[in-house]
């Protein structure tokens, strides 16, 4: 075996999903890195042992050894993330999604003009979502070029995957004049932003930039044509908001008599390389077009069970193999945990199966067999992620992207506990899925730059 292209190799027992609902635990297999941080191999004991490659890799000092307290699982990829809402997390989450956005979100982002304020801000997101865990994530910038350039540069340095989109926002109807721009602007800088992201100095693909159209209401119709005609001429990834709750579904109905879906298509935004936040209120053909056109879905349970009016289907799209990921939506959450979002993507299926309301009888209550398991919503953060995003990251398989995080369950003071003999390796990915925290996340690669890497004690 030729070993010249291997850059490092990691030895140790790790967890992935290969095929959506199920996992595949990967015992003392040994993960080799090439120079282009992709997966070289993935081999288990039986294909290693004979052939010398541990021992020569150790020898070079170019292989670490995970302990038995250390699991390895790909990198957690977040589809839905507003950097600039990142110090209102943990506020107001009791209030309707309208107020929540006039007294907190629009004056927080209008902001992002002090550049100063957007480098120290996006600083402490970028370490603070990469020491989570999530090695990919799709973030919704402000209005302003200048502070999303900070975030995309800030996500290059510290060596975040990233998809990072520009606001935009013309509509006087909808918007406030004080965070506003007018839609020949909005695609000028759209326009800008991409170029600059594309020549930022040292991205070699690490950083796309996506165009954002916040969502229906935000846009004039004019505007949405012209994003969608660029995104369409230049390849460019698209993101929005998707019927995200009754009233943006009315708003759509109201103004243009279609559905959100039956807008972005007719406005050319729809595409494989487009991710849309929500989509709760979906008709039965705005899910044949998604799927035919091969768009990803961004499912949010947390602000789903604040702001949606109602639970998602994520049940049947899972089964009609719509692409489908999680994402944090922060701030509409209290953590970029992607962990915890897989936990909250289940426990707002059991939610919406069993239902809520005492006054019914149990039979009438939920919509059964709606519930998702665990292991789904883990699929859903990691190779789901990869393929609504059309990249070749979330699993661990040759030629993949090596992202990757060390879960730890050894670190002192924590709720993840593994008991030997008690727990089965479904058990231990279980638990992982539903009770780690930061500090158990000790080290993360993305494409085989470790960026992540804590020292700790015991
Ligand atoms: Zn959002």
Known sequence: MDHSEIVFGILGNAFHCPVMGEFEYLENALITVDTAGRIQAVLRPEEYQSSGIVQALEGQGR????????????????????????????????????????????????????????????????Q?????????????????????????????????????GKVCMDDPDQCPDYYRQSAQQSLYETETFNHAVAGMKGNQGLVSSVVTPRFIPSCTEGLLKELGQFATANDCYVQTHCSESDWARDYSQQKYGETDISVYERTGLLGRKTLLAHSIFLTNQDIL??????????????????????????????????????????????????????????????????????????????????????????????????????????????????????????????????????????????????????????????????????????
């Not at 790909?74 to 600039?84: E, S």
């Not at 209005?143 to 975040?160: F, I, N, R, W």
């Not at 035919?292 to 009016?309: E, K, T, V, W, Y």
């Open 289 to 458: 077009i998604i799927k035919d056109r091969g768009a990803g879905i961004a499912h949010c349970p947390l602000s789903n069970m604040c702001f949606a009016n109602a639970a998602m289907t994520t049940r049947e799209l899972l089964d009609q193999g719509v692409h489908c990921g999680l994402g944090s939506d922060v701030a509409a959450s209290v953590t970029p945990s992607m962990l915890r979002s897989c936990f909250d993507a289940v426990t707002h299926s059991r939610v919406r199966e069993e239902g809520t309301s005492t006054h019914r009888p149990a039979g009438e209550r939920g919509e059964s067999n709606t519930r998702i398991s665990l292991v789904e919503s883990f699929w859903m953060a990691t190779a789901g992620g990869g393929q609504s995003l059309d990249q070749n990251i979330g699993l661990f398989k040759a030629g993949f992207g090596f992202d990757a995080v060390v879960v730890d369950a050894a670190v002192p003071d924590c709720d993840l506990t593994i008991w030997p003999g008690m727990d089965s390796p479904a058990d231990i990915l279980e638990k992982i899925i539903s009770t780690t925290s930061r500090h158990n996340v000790t080290r993360v690669w993305v494409q085989g730059r470790q960026v992540i890497d804590k020292k700790t004690a015991g």
């Open 63 to 126: 292989l670490q050894r995970l302990t038995a307290s250390q699991y390895l699982i790909p990198g957690l990829i977040d589809l839905h993330n507003h950097a600039p809402q990142w110090p209102q997390m943990g506020k107001g989450l009791d209030l309707p999604l309208y107020d929540w956005l006039s007294n907190y979100t629009f004056p927080l982002e209008a902001k992002y003009q002090d550049l100063e304020f957007a480098r120290q801000v996006y600083g402490d997101l970028v």
């Open 128 to 164: 603070s979502t990469l020491s989570s865990g999530t090695t990919s994530a799709v973030y919704f910038s402000s209005l302003h070029l200048e502070p999303s350039l900070v975030l995309a540069e800030t996500c290059l340095d510290k060596g975040q995957r990233a998809f990072v």
